[in-house]
């Protein structure tokens, strides 16, 4: 089974840059929507953006739409998330979530923080 | 957009006894296309119910969900130590998928 594992998290300032990479043990890691879900401080959660199992399809909400860019590397079982832009409301734990047979989440990683201030 | 919220914000109740969380829609949610996390403090949320009310798998039957269109429940018969944490709704009915701004279910 994928087991998520965030990483790349970090202090950043407004305006900057930042990568999030999601390691996943299995074997069939490719055969999975991968997404990536947020929690800012003391908040709710929020779905970022998902990729299909091959790559082709991405989708993001509009809140980060032309500022972020989800990717996956299938031969080394990983999924990124390029963050540009980035704004005080960017601030919040990225977690790695799996799509289950629907879009609901099945199984998610420990998660990685991100904090955008100057 | 469709909008979950959440009742009550906070419920205090003793291990033992029975919780009742809700969640309404700002519009019908198909197909009954919900579903209910429980996330402990520090902890990623983990998936109790999807369908509604499906329980997910190694999910104690304790743990129950209902509903459909615009109002759904999860529901606790018995509380035990373990299950106190913050519950969260989430439609997958349309997308953007939304969640609620949960439920925390505290110790009276």
């Known amino acids: 089974e994928v087991q998520p594992l965030e990483s790349g998290g970090g202090l950043v300032q407004p305006g900057g840059s930042l990568r999030l990479s999601c390691a996943a043990s299995?074997?069939?890691?490719?055969?999975?929507?991968m997404n990536w879900v947020r929690q800012a401080p003391g908040k709710g959660l929020e779905w970022v953006s998902g990729?299909?199992?091959?790559?082709?399809?991405?989708y993001y909400a509009d809140s980060v739409l032309g500022r972020f860019t989800i990717s996956r590397d299938n031969s080394k079982n990983t999924l990124y998330l390029q963050m540009n832009s980035l704004r005080g409301e960017d601030t919040a734990i990225y977690y790695c979530?799996?799509?289950?047979?629907?879009?609901?989440?099945?199984?998610w990683g420990r998660g990685t923080l991100v904090t955008v201030s100057s | 957009e469709i909008v979950l919220t959440q009742s009550p914000g906070t419920l205090s109740l003793s291990p033992g006894e029975r919780a009742t969380l809700s969640c309404r829609a700002s519009?019908?949610?198909?197909?009954?296309?919900l579903a209910w996390y429980q996330q402990k403090p520090g902890q990623a949320p983990r998936l109790l119910i999807y369908?509604?009310?499906s329980r997910a798998t190694g999910i104690p039957d304790r743990f129950s969900g209902s509903g459909s269109g615009t109002d759904f429940t999860l529901t606790i018969s018995r509380l035990e130590p373990e299950d106190f944490a913050v519950f969260y709704c989430?439609?997958?009915?349309?997308?953007?998928?939304?969640f609620g701004q949960g439920t925390k279910v505290e110790i009276k």
């Open positions: 979530a799996k799509k289950a047979a629907d879009w609901y989440f099945d199984l």
């Open positions: 299995g074997s069939t890691f490719s055969s999975y929507v």
């Open positions: 990729i299909s199992g091959g790559g082709g399809s991405t």
């Open positions: 519009q019908r949610v198909s197909s009954t296309y």
């Open positions: 369908g509604a009310s």
């Open positions: 989430q439609q997958y009915s349309s997308s953007p998928w939304t």
